[in-house]
């Protein structure tokens, strides 16, 4: 039998599902593994969700919707990201996607042709660059400085841009570092992409997320990027509902008309009833969200007073995100990849190696504090033990 196609050869696996599939090798052969390397909220999805669509199963809703998704749920994302995020998109320009995850594919599918490249600001989520890859696109990454705290610069935008560049993506607030963009690094994201009339791809699925009163900042508000910019959301990080698969893909008409195909030949739409869920989600209580990232704020100032405690390990406080990005160059245990296999075999804790969200993580590890309270302490009590 011949070979897989180069294109899907080519792409490793999601660093951060081999790890989440190794913890669970180890825990089968019984060793005791404390595991603070996922990203799922641990909290349940809200009852006023699941009661919508526990409904909607019961009264049949269980058949295909139109591709763009339910005009309801549209309406509703519309009405969100006017009011949120100062962007006007109507409702015929959203589509829901199956996850936001498949939002970002298939806008990047719809974007780039073969060849085409997408600049990545990185350390950026591990599954960038593979999509990329995916689609026939090259991923260029724009090496962000852990010394300058991962600001967003021209200088670093303008190095990694080409004849062949097609689009920007990026992340805010950002999965690993905990990053939001602020004012001026928005300024700059903006001027660059008008300056050399690129795509902006936004992945916002962090935007509640956001600590200390900061407010987050849409990429497609900004000045010149309304025509230009995707913006991709969903329910997974903000209302914990990662199971459930449910995003949405916003934009300018033109390019959402073509984005729609790929929705309808691949996928059909999302989930009727998980739809429903969602129109439950974007309908319910506010507090229920703000109750979360309380939470999350408290673990933060755990995790991160925590690891600036251990020898050899520093870390700022994430702005956003339920991550934290520790510096563990000092810690004598070699790189990121060395680091996180120390932490998995002498103190038995899932940790994700920087260099998995490209290059500019390296000397990096990420701890996710969307994990309970006391997983995080004990996460950090084991490293501390075994740093010595
Ligand atoms: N974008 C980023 C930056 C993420 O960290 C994740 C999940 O970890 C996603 C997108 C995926 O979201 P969804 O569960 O909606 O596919």
Redesign the pocket.
């Known amino acids: 039998v011949r070979g897989v196609s180069g294109r899907v050869a080519g792409v490793g696996r999601s660093a951060t599902v081999s790890l989440f599939d190794l913890v669970g090798e180890l825990r089968a052969a019984g060793r005791s593994v404390v595991d603070v390397s996922g990203?799922q909220p641990d909290f349940a999805t809200g009852e006023h969700v699941v009661t919508a669509a526990v409904a909607a199963l019961h009264e049949g809703f269980t058949h295909y919707t139109a591709s763009r998704g339910l005009p309801e749920l549209r309406e509703l994302v519309s009405a969100k990201l006017l009011a949120d995020n100062g962007i006007e998109v109507a409702p015929t320009d959203v589509v829901i996607t199956p996850?936001?995850?498949?939002g970002?594919y298939a806008a990047l599918l719809t974007l780039l042709d073969p060849g085409d490249e997408v600049v990545v600001p990185t350390p950026s989520?591990v599954s960038y660059q593979a999509m990329a890859r995916l689609v026939g696109g090259v991923p260029v990454e724009a090496e962000l400085s852990g010394a300058n705290g991962f600001r967003l610069t021209r200088e670093v935008l303008e190095g990694a841009v080409s004849g062949r560049t097609k689009a920007v993506l990026v992340?805010t607030p950002n999965?690993p570092t905990g990053r939001a963009l602020d004012a001026e690094e928005a300024r700059v994201l903006a001027e660059f992409a008008v300056a050399h009339d690129l795509y902006v791809v936004a992945?916002e699925?962090?935007e509640a997320v956001l600590f200390d009163g900061r407010r987050h900042l849409s990429v497609a508000a900004l000045p010149g990027c309304a025509e230009r910019t995707l913006t991709v959301n969903?329910?997974?990080?903000s209302h914990a509902m990662?199971g459930w698969?449910?995003?949405w893909v916003a934009g300018p008409g033109a390019v959402m008309a073509e984005l729609v195909k790929v929705q309808e030949h691949t996928v059909s739409c999302a989930g009727s009833f998980v739809q429903r869920g969602g129109i439950a989600a974007l309908s319910g209580p506010e507090e229920y969200v703000a109750g979360m990232v309380e939470s999350y704020d408290r673990r933060r100032r755990v995790v991160v007073d925590g690891l600036n405690a251990l020898p050899g390990v520093s870390c700022a406080l994430p702005e956003g995100t339920f991550y934290a990005f520790a510096d563990i160059s000092g810690a004598g245990k070699g790189g990121s990849v060395g680091f996180a296999e120390w932490a998995l075999r002498d103190a038995g804790v899932a940790v994700t190696p920087g260099v998995a969200f490209g290059a500019g993580g390296e000397g990096y590890v990420r701890l996710s504090f969307a994990a309970p309270v006391d997983v995080v302490h004990e996460a950090l009590a084991r490293l501390a033990r075994a740093l010595g």
């Open positions: 990203g996850s936001a995850k498949h970002l989520w992340n999965n992945d699925i962090y969903g329910f997974s990080k990662t698969r449910l995003g």
